[in-house]
Nanobody, 126 residues
Framework: QVQLVESGGGLVQAGGSLRLSCAAS????????MGWFRQAPGKEREFVST???????NYADSVKGRFTVSRDNAKNTVYLEMNSLKSEGTAVYYC????????????????????WGQGTQVTVSS
């Protein structure tokens, strides 16, 4: 049974930082992309960042320069370092994994992933 478990969410003041982690179990994702999405109340789930099996990264324009995604294949874990957080960053953050093995395109859509975590709440107070 595949599981993705996010952690690291919480309450932070605007301008602050948080580091999210997502640990996968049940299968290895070193050959697949892993991504982060977020969903604010009343809004659709939106792309935040993705990291390919090769380590290449891609970001939504809204977080570029402030967020950094990384992965540790030995731990089957993906991270999201979030700096200079803004109030509009308040959302439930989800990690995702899967898609095409050794994929060469950017996986920026919800439908590009096979597995999802349960989400972790990030609240940014202004």
């Amino acid at each position: 049974q595949v599981q993705l478990v996010e952690s690291g969410g919480g309450l932070v003041q605007a301008g602050g930082s948080l580091r999210l982690s997502c640990a996968a179990s049940g299968r290895t994702f070193s050959s697949y992309a892993m991504g982060w999405f977020r969903q604010a109340p009343g809004k659709e789930r939106e792309f935040v960042s993705t990291i390919r099996w090769s380590g290449s990264t891609n970001y939504a324009d809204s977080v570029k320069g402030r967020f950094t995604v990384s992965r540790d294949n030995a731990k089957n874990t993906v991270y999201l370092e979030m700096n200079s957080l803004k109030s509009e960053g308040t959302a439930v953050y989800y990690c995702a994994a899967g898609g095409r093995r050794y994929g060469s395109t950017w996986q920026r859509r919800v439908g590009d992933y096979d597995y999802w975590g349960q989400g972790t709440q990030v609240t940014v107070s202004s």
